[in-house]
């Protein structure tokens, strides 16, 4: 195989002709990973000869005449937070080390359904906690760019396989910008659909009123192919949208017409922007304006409390959701005290207690007990109602500054990230600035509408820039298009790390 073609564009179209075989692309991929996963440990797991097979099965149905997906033979690399029958899901914790699932996420069966070859499961975050990929069992990913910098997270595994071209596309999380911050920081393009768009079914929860998976890729064609095949109503999952899916692939050739494009200034003008990222966005802004876009400068009042809001309901939706881990039912357990409990003696100090509380202290690591603690806190009876139901209540008044942004507007323009990628273990234990790097991506979440990062240039220092375009409820089609018209605009060309050109 050739070795500059790492692209689902230029690799999908000599499947379908047969000039390629998905063997021989899935085998180019895996060479890939066994060279770079020492040095980038985008990978959680993979299986070589799984892969292979699933691509001769492909190569054997286009043969025989059988008509298949735009994306069949194509490999793609999962989070290891979507559950697969045929590999660990760890959710990058010791928990669940060795859990193996035994059905296959929604989203992973519309993948296998429509051809794609799975490479394997990307590193991330313990249970998508932290946004720097740091913070799980198995250790850091590293960074395709500068691998002394962060990768993002907390789907960094899946934004740098995709980076340094050890899988054409992948699969990630996005709960507060997950998703949208590695892309950013790995100068690659992802997307954060509607909630309820792409299924959660079969997604191991954070927090699951804002828990949401969607692509990445090198272009914005990448994430219109994957989205047109994931996309679409699933009864399992009940916050599933039973509404029609788009063209999202014819979608992103349409011609840019009288676009409106909504600057939110604040992010722009506000402190805390590193200038080179604040110069690119203006750069990016400049040329909206040569295209034929309005800009209409879009103030979002209620913006300052998203992190705050955000910080409250996502730990008390994760204190819930991760009780079910204590060793009982499935995954890690610490060894059961089998000394007889004195009659009388209090329940705090029985076996069973004890097993579940070491279960708990020895499988979590540090980020997801601050916030089940966090969590746990928040919702106990005195604090509910002060803290809890009054996130809610502005989570609501997030929604609705969006609501009246998008009445105005069609997307809205700004950073993806407040600076360009920090180094490994600057902010891992400082959990406000950490924290502070999801300033401008937990809105779209706690609204529950669509935003993409695109790169958009580097830093004189060579490390990747991002911009996000967030646009109304279901309107992923014109995000892609917005944004597709800009990269054709500036004649964009997928960016290669050296390390991933070598």
Known sequence: MNQSLPFVHELAPKLLTRELSSREVTQFFLDRIEKLQPSIRAFISWDSELALSEADKIDRRRASGESLSPLAGIPIAIKDILCTTDSPTTCGSRILEQYRSPYDAHLVSKL???????LGKTNLDEFAMGGSTETGFQGPAYNPWDLARTCGGSSGGSAASVA???APIAIGTDTGGSIRQPAAFCGVCGLKPTYGRVSRYGLIAYASSLDQAGPFGHTISDLAMVMQVT????PRDSTSLNVPVDDYTSAISKPLEGARIGVIREQIDGEGLDAEVRQA???????????GCKIIDIALPHTKYSIATYYIIAPCEASSNLSRYDGAHFGFRAALNSKPVAAGASKQNSPLVEMMSQTRSQGFGPEVRRRIM???YTLSEGYFDAYYLKALKVRRLIRQDYDAAFEKVDVLLGPTTPTPPFRLGEKVNDPVQMYLEDLF???ANLAGIPAISLPIGKTKSGLPIGMQLQGPALSESRLLQIANDYHRAIDYRPMLPPIAAD
Do not use: C
């Open 112 to 118: 296998r359904e429509a051809g794609l070859v799975i």
């Open 164 to 166: 340094a071209a050890m």
């Open 231 to 234: 996309a679409g109503h699933d």
């Open 281 to 291: 966005i203006l750069a990016a802004i400049d040329e909206y304006r040569r295209m």
């Open 374 to 376: 966090l969590g746990t």
């Open 441 to 443: 991506t937990v809105g």
